[in-house]
């Protein structure tokens, strides 16, 4: 049981790490865009 509790403490601090990376890179390529637009 514990070292279940310490696979899922594991898991939820890697799970946001990738949607938190997507919507940086997002962001960073929206305001490329914005950038492309306003040359």
């Known amino acids: 049981a514990r070292a279940h ?3 899922g403490n594991l898991a939820s601090s890697i799970i946001p790490v990738p949607a ?5 890179i997002s962001a960073v390529a929206a305001l ?8």
């Open 20 to 24: 938190a990376a997507w919507l940086f």
């Open 5 to 7: 509790q310490d696979l």
């Open 32 to 39: 490329g865009g914005l950038r492309r637009k306003a040359a």
